[in-house]
C-alpha cells in the first residue's frame, strides 16, 4: 500500500460521528470537496440552535475532559483513559445564521445534543480545519469566540496552527489573546514554539 493510500485508510475512522452521541437529530455530509464550501451554507442556514462537527487528528495531550455529571447534580463515575485519544471533535453551535461557540471534545466523551440537529460532516482535512479556525480566531470576531477557537488551534497538529498562534502572541492588540496564545505554545512539541520563546526571552 502506498503512502497516499496509507493515509486514506488511517482517516477512515475519523469519519465517523461520536460514538456516544446521543438525543441528535444527526445528518451527516461529506466535505471532500472542500470544508469552507460545505460549512458556510450549513450555519448560514441556521435559525434555531444547531451543531455542526467533524473529527480531526490531535496534537496528543491529556487536557480534553468529559462532564461526568448525575441528574441530582453530584460528580458520577466516569471512565478514565491512560492513554490521551489521537484525534478531537470539534463542535461549532450555530444560531440566527451565525457560529456562537465552539467546543473540542474527546471523542470518548458521551455528548447529549438535548435534542437540537447536529450536521456532522465528513472527510475533514486538518488543513482545512486549521483555516476555518483561524478565521474565527481573527480580531474581528466576539472575544470568546476567538477564545474558542484558540483553543481549539492549540490542539491542531498542523504547521500552519503553530504560525498563526506565533503571530498572534506577538501581534495582537487584546493582551487575553495574547495571554491565550503562550499558554497554548508552551505545550506545544513544535520547535518553532521553542524558538519563539528562546526568541522573546533573549536578553
Same mark, same amino acid.
Given at each position: 500500500m502506498n503512502a497516499a493510500l496509507w493515509l486514506m485508510a488511517l482517516a477512515l475512522p475519523l469519519a465517523a460521528p461520536p460514538k456516544l452521541l446521543i438525543n441528535a437529530k444527526l445528518d451527516t455530509t461529506s466535505a471532500a470537496m472542500g470544508l469552507e464550501r460545505v460549512f458556510q451554507p450549513l450555519a448560514g $442556514?441556521?435559525?434555531q440552535p444547531?451543531? #455542526?462537527g467533524y473529527s480531526v487528528p490531535l496534537a496528543r495531550g491529556y487536557h480534553l475532559g468529559c462532564e461526568y455529571v448525575s441528574p441530582g447534580g453530584w460528580t458520577a463515575p466516569g471512565v478514565v483513559h491512560l492513554e490521551p485519544p489521537?484525534? $478531537?471533535i470539534i463542535l461549532f453551535r450555530t444560531e440566527g445564521g451565525t457560529v456562537t461557540r465552539i467546543r473540542v471534545l474527546s471523542p470518548d466523551? +458521551? #455528548?447529549d445534543a438535548g435534542g437540537v440537529p447536529v450536521h456532522w460532516l465528513e +472527510?475533514?482535512?486538518p488543513g482545512e480545519s486549521a483555516a476555518l479556525l483561524q478565521t474565527f480566531a481573527a480580531s474581528k470576531n466576539p472575544e470568546r469566540l476567538r477564545e474558542n477557537a484558540i483553543s481549539a488551534l492549540s490542539d491542531s497538529p498542523e504547521p500552519s496552527a503553530v504560525d498563526f498562534l506565533i503571530n498572534l502572541a506577538r501581534k495582537d492588540q487584546d493582551s487575553r489573546v495574547r495571554r491565550q496564545c503562550v499558554s497554548a505554545l508552551a505545550r506545544s512539541a513544535d520547535p518553532r514554539a521553542a524558538a519563539f520563546f528562546k526568541d522573546v526571552l533573549k536578553p
Amino acid at each position: 500500500m502506498n503512502a497516499a493510500l496509507w493515509l486514506m485508510a488511517l482517516a477512515l475512522p475519523l469519519a465517523a460521528p461520536p460514538k456516544l452521541l446521543i438525543n441528535a437529530k444527526l445528518d451527516t455530509t461529506s466535505a471532500a470537496m472542500g470544508l469552507e464550501r460545505v460549512f458556510q451554507p450549513l450555519a448560514g $442556514a441556521q435559525p434555531q440552535p444547531a451543531w #455542526i462537527g467533524y473529527s480531526v487528528p490531535l496534537a496528543r495531550g491529556y487536557h480534553l475532559g468529559c462532564e461526568y455529571v448525575s441528574p441530582g447534580g453530584w460528580t458520577a463515575p466516569g471512565v478514565v483513559h491512560l492513554e490521551p485519544p489521537d484525534h $478531537a471533535i470539534i463542535l461549532f453551535r450555530t444560531e440566527g445564521g451565525t457560529v456562537t461557540r465552539i467546543r473540542v471534545l474527546s471523542p470518548d466523551c +458521551e #455528548i447529549d445534543a438535548g435534542g437540537v440537529p447536529v450536521h456532522w460532516l465528513e +472527510e475533514v482535512q486538518p488543513g482545512e480545519s486549521a483555516a476555518l479556525l483561524q478565521t474565527f480566531a481573527a480580531s474581528k470576531n466576539p472575544e470568546r469566540l476567538r477564545e474558542n477557537a484558540i483553543s481549539a488551534l492549540s490542539d491542531s497538529p498542523e504547521p500552519s496552527a503553530v504560525d498563526f498562534l506565533i503571530n498572534l502572541a506577538r501581534k495582537d492588540q487584546d493582551s487575553r489573546v495574547r495571554r491565550q496564545c503562550v499558554s497554548a505554545l508552551a505545550r506545544s512539541a513544535d520547535p518553532r514554539a521553542a524558538a519563539f520563546f528562546k526568541d522573546v526571552l533573549k536578553p
